[in-house]
């Protein structure tokens, strides 16, 4: 079974820097409180790493 993140935008990226902003934006996020699903591997957790302020991640199983 392949290992999955579920990530939720929880702190806005209105005073944030640019880079936080691109990153928000590249993973998908549209608006705040908004939830997505992404597969669990290197380039998402430094992702998420630079973000993890902003964000809320639980680990899921499918």
């Known amino acids: 079974m392949a290992k999955k993140l579920?990530?939720?935008l929880i702190k806005s990226v209105i005073a944030s820097n640019p880079k936080n902003r691109?990153?928000?934006?590249?993973?998908?996020?549209?608006?705040?409180h908004q939830t997505?699903?992404?597969p669990?591997?290197?380039a998402m957790r430094?992702?998420?790493a630079h973000i993890s302020h902003m964000v809320k991640v639980e680990e899921?199983?499918?």
Do not use: H, M, P, S
């Open 46 to 48: 430094g992702a998420i």
């Open 40 to 42: 669990d591997d290197a």
């Open 22 to 32: 691109r990153i928000v934006e590249n993973l998908g996020f549209t608006k705040l």
């Open 60 to 62: 899921i199983e499918e």
């Open 6 to 8: 579920k990530i939720t």
């Open 36 to 38: 997505i699903i992404r």
